[in-house]
């Protein structure tokens, strides 16, 4: 795809992400965020690469943060699949724009400029990905970060207060949520683990990313030259509390490590199947 192609720009709220210099720190900073709690998921790192626990049913939606005074060009990958056409997802395709300091929550599949199917926890077989026939790469989220061609180069100064991430508002209506988070994650990790031994919980992904009820996002287009290739690949894997206690990531008494099957990746490349 060339990179004069149309990109979805996303509506979004200004953010400034304080504290480290920005040559410390990604270009974009990738979270995942809870819709049914309220939660920020606590990311976890492990025989380097970072997880999350996502808890089964579960809505999420993904955050994005740039930290720089320039606009981006942000390629979302679900389960290996892109988030806004549905193509196995590859960097050189179409994303998420985002102005300078901003960020945005990408809460489902984009189905028109208007609506997007939410993204879900669910089980691996009911996965957007695997219900198109392509399994392999569930259980990751990607991203693929470019820097914008313009001349001459505007680089804006960072705001001067912390990230906007909700409404003032917000905060109130979901501190009892957020509050009982842990320990809603922690009961289904304790359900699932008794599924199942550790093995097989160590072997295998449980989850996927459902394709969930339609809600409404718009969003508009904007044209978009990349600078060169992408500045920044960055994934985060997920999987049931359950499967991160038996791959030793959470804790657990009695658990010593055990082996990690093929990772899933985040652009894959190749070809899209005829779905079933």
């Known amino acids: 795809m060339s990179p004069h192609a149309l990109i979805v720009r996303c509506a979004v709220l ?3 992400l304080a504290c480290a210099p920005l040559a410390a720190r990604p ?3 990738l979270a995942v965020v809870d819709r049914d709690d309220g939660s920020l998921l606590p990311q976890y790192r492990h025989a380097g690469e970072s997880w999350v626990a996502g808890v089964p049913g579960h809505r999420y939606a993904v955050r994005l943060a740039n ?4 606009r981006v060009l942000v390629v979302l990958s679900i389960d290996g699949v892109n988030a806004v056409t549905g193509e196995d997802a590859d960097p050189s395709q179409a994303g998420y724009v985002l102005g300078p300091w901003e960020s945005a929550e990408i809460a489902g599949w984009r189905k028109s400029l208007d609506d997007v199917a939410g993204f879900r926890f669910t089980a691996l077989p009911d996965s957007y990905a695997a219900r198109t026939g392509r399994p392999d790469n569930v259980g990751v989220i990607g991203i693929a970060v470019f820097r914008e061609r313009q001349a001459p180069m505007v680089d804006l100064p960072r705001p001067p207060y912390p ?4 409404a ?3 905060e109130a209506k979901t501190a009892d949520a957020r509050d009982a988070a842990p320990a809603a994650r922690q009961a289904a990790g304790e359900a699932l ?8 919980e160590a072997g295998r992904q449980r989850i996927g990313t459902g394709h969930g009820e339609r809600e409404w996002s718009p969003v508009g287009r904007t044209g978009f030259v990349r600078a060169g290739g ?12 359950a499967r991160l206690v ?4 959470l804790p657990r008494a009695g658990w010593h490590g055990r082996g990690i099957a093929r990772a899933p990746r985040a652009f894959p490349g190749g070809f899209v199947p005829d779905p079933p």
């Open 14 to 16: 200004l953010a400034a």
């Open 246 to 249: 038996a791959l030793g990531i």
């Open 168 to 170: 003032v508002g917000d």
């Open 230 to 241: 992408p500045v920044q690949l960055a994934q985060l894997r997920y999987d049931t509390p």
């Open 27 to 29: 270009l974009v900073d």
């Open 193 to 200: 683990a008794g599924a199942m031994s550790a093995e097989e």
């Open 163 to 166: 990230p906007p991430y909700r």
């Open 67 to 70: 930290a720089s005074g320039a």
